[in-house]
Every structure is written in C-alpha cells, then in structure tokens.
C-alpha cells in the first residue's frame, strides 16, 4: 500500500493577516497557501510545518489525513467553549482535550484517535471537501453543543487504545435523532455508522431551541439598534465583511448566555451501544428484504396480468446490442417465465427466447445468457 498524508487548513471568521501569512509560507514549499486555506498531500516525506501556531496565527481548523492510521482535527477556540466546564466527561486529557494557549484565554480542542493501519478503511472522498464540511464544528461547540463531542469521544473510546467492554458510552446528548452536516460529516470520517447513532438517539432528548444557530442569529439581531446595524453594513459594504462578522460574532457571544445541552447518563459500555447498533441493521435488512420481496411479487403479478410491456421492453433491450443489454434481457425473460409459471401463457417466455435466436442467429453473447438461464439446451 502506497503512503498518502493530507495536510489542511481553513480560516472560518477573517483571513490570516499579511504577517501571519509569511509564517505561514514557511511551513511548506508545495503547499497551496491562501489566506483562508492551507492545503498539500503527501506520497513521499512528512509535514514538518507547526500545526499548532499555524492556527494561534490565524487558521481556526486543521485535519490532517493518513492512510496508516492518522485522523486528527484540531479547532481553534479564541475563548474556551462551554465543553471544558460543562462537558468535561467527553474529554480525556489526551486523544480528546483542549489546550490552553500559555497566554491569553484561548486554546485548541484536539480529536485524535489512535489507529493502526488497516483499523478503519481508506477514505476515498474528497478530503478538502470534508474539511469545509467540518468548519461549523467550531460555532456548534462554542454555542455549547454537545454532539460534536460525543461523537468524536466515541470516535475515542473505540480505537485501538480502548478496550470495548471497558469503556462506557459517554453521556448522551440532546439533538441525535437529527445531525447537522459538520456532525455527519465527523461521524463519516471517525467511520460511526448510521446504526450508532440511531441506537444513540434511542434515549436522545429533544435538543434546546438555541440549537438552531441561524434562527439564534435572527432573534439577536432583531435586537440590535439599526445605528449599530447599519455601522455594520457600511464596514461590509466597504470590504470589512469578514472582521465585520468576526465583531458581530463577539458581541453575539458576549451577550448570549451559553446553553446548558441536555445530556442522559448511559450504563452501556462501547461493545453494548455496538450490539445495539448492529440489532438496529439486522432489523433492517429484515424491512429491507420484506420489501424488496413485496415490491418483486407486486412486479410479476404486473406482468402475468400484462405481458406485453415486458416483451417490449426484452426487444427493446436486444436492439441496443451490447453485452449489458443481452444480460438485462435474460434476466426479465427469466422472471416473466416465474410470473407465468402457474397461468395459461406458461410457455410465452420459452417461446419469446426461441423467437430471439431465430431472429438474431449471430448474437452469441445473448444466446449465452438465454442458454445460462435454461432457454437454450445448446
């Protein structure tokens, strides 16, 4: 298996000033380096750039991408958001932790489970893409929601540092019977399946209304004066857009009470909340297969009362002349033959197989398949 790293960076709020910029030219020299993005990946050799001043200088998140087993984000808090007093059960102190900077009052939050190559499969999605996908992470963990949190702790408690029977599902927040795109977009990395987070949202609470951010945002400009307002359209009218907002942002934050994210306490260990998620597919398939069962029998009672749109279709299909449209025809030849097994017309497909193969002697490949499913006998 070849070696492939990926190395990204975003800036959410403000681009990285001209200074920072120089800085940050200096970590790679095949990097492709913007003021809002930092991105490059590896075949050969290693990032050797500084990751965590890169984003005390300006980026707010960065993924970094190995296929021999590094997933690691790191988001960039000015303040430290509400899961370092309120969650603290989500974190660990090491593949789940935030940092404090040695001055000021900001810090970085760390998700970076430890896995061996091969322990989850290579990601062949666009990476740069699941990174922007992941950048509303920060707001959603600094407004004090909690599912960020406990997916990337479940991302934690099952790598190859964690025992599944020893460790405990962590607390259960509000809100996971529906995830935002950042926490799909998490959880798609980390490789939790849908059916995790169904038997998750089993005992999930209805979430806060300041959960939905955008009408959050609504509610406190409606409060805002209009001189404040429109001091604030002018400086984007101007160009200002991004510190307009980065402002906006810390007057909102400032004069916003942090939410309190219901949580429900769980007993399961790990190997339990899995049992449960893989109950929740088998229960599916089942439905699956019911279905795909009923919608089969309602398809051949259409074509014993009607056979003739399917023959039209089987000729259809012969006249496109390729090997996919021989295979197609045979199949739908052999399932009319199933729905008229039992009815006056019970030869009509066996006939309609022999009708073919007068009319196309030359067609090899569809005798093939017409002979692969007991029409022909030679």
């Avoid at 992470?137 to 600094?142: N, P, S, Y």
């Avoid at 939790?192 to 959960?211: F, L, R």
């Avoid at 906006?248 to 306490?265: C, F, G, N, Q």
């Avoid at 919608?295 to 000729?315: E, F, G, N, W, Y």
Wanted: proline fraction near 5%.
């Amino acid at each position: 298996m070849s070696e492939y790293q990926f190395v990204a960076f975003r800036a959410i709020d403000v681009p990285v000033c001209d200074k920072n910029m120089s800085f940050m030219e200096k970590q790679s020299t095949r990097a492709e380096i913007t003021p809002w993005s930092f991105e490059n990946e590896y075949h050969y050799g290693d990032f050797r750039g500084d990751a965590d001043e890169m984003l005390r200088r300006g980026y707010d998140i960065h993924l970094y991408y190995a296929n021999f087993g590094i997933r690691r984000i790191a988001i960039r808090f000015s303040q430290p958001p509400p899961v370092v007093n309120q969650g603290k059960e989500y974190l660990d102190g090491e593949a789940l932790r935030f940092v404090f900077d040695k001055k000021g009052t900001g810090g970085i939050l760390f998700i970076e489970p430890q896995y061996e190559p091969g322990w989850l499969d290579d990601y062949f999605g666009d990476l740069g893409e699941l990174l922007d996908r992941l950048r509303p992470l920060r707001d959603e963990i600094a407004a004090g929601d909690l599912r960020p949190l406990y997916l990337a702790a479940l991302a934690v408690r099952i790598d190859m540092e964690h025992d599944p029977d020893e460790e405990t599902e962590p607390p259960v927040p509000a809100g996971m019977k529906k995830l935002t795109d950042a926490q799909r977009a998490l959880a798609e990395l980390y490789e939790i399946s849908d059916y995790v987070i169904d038997a998750a949202a089993q005992v999930s609470a209805t979430p806060p209304k300041s959960a939905d951010l955008a009408s959050d945002y609504e509610r406190w400009l409606a409060d805002q004066k209009s001189t404040q307002k429109d001091q604030w359209l002018h400086q984007v009218m101007c160009g200002k857009g991004a510190e307009v907002r980065r402002e906006m942002l810390k007057h909102y934050r400032a004069s916003t009470d942090v939410v309190v994210w219901p949580t429900i306490e769980s007993s399961r260990t790990m190997k339990e909340l899995h049992d449960e998620a893989n109950k929740l597919y088998d229960a599916y398939q089942k439905r699956a297969a019911k279905k795909r069962e009923a919608s089969l029998l309602k398809r051949r009672v259409d074509m014993a009362a009607d056979p003739k749109p399917t023959l039209q279709l089987i000729d259809k299909l012969v006249a496109e002349r390729s090997s996919k449209s021989y295979r197609q025809a045979a199949e739908l030849l052999g399932e009319l033959r199933t729905a008229l097994a039992q009815s006056r017309q019970a030869s009509l497909a066996q006939n309609h197989a022999l009708k073919l193969v007068k009319a196309n002697p030359t067609l090899n490949i569809l005798k093939a398949e017409l002979k692969r499913r007991d029409f022909l006998t030679k």
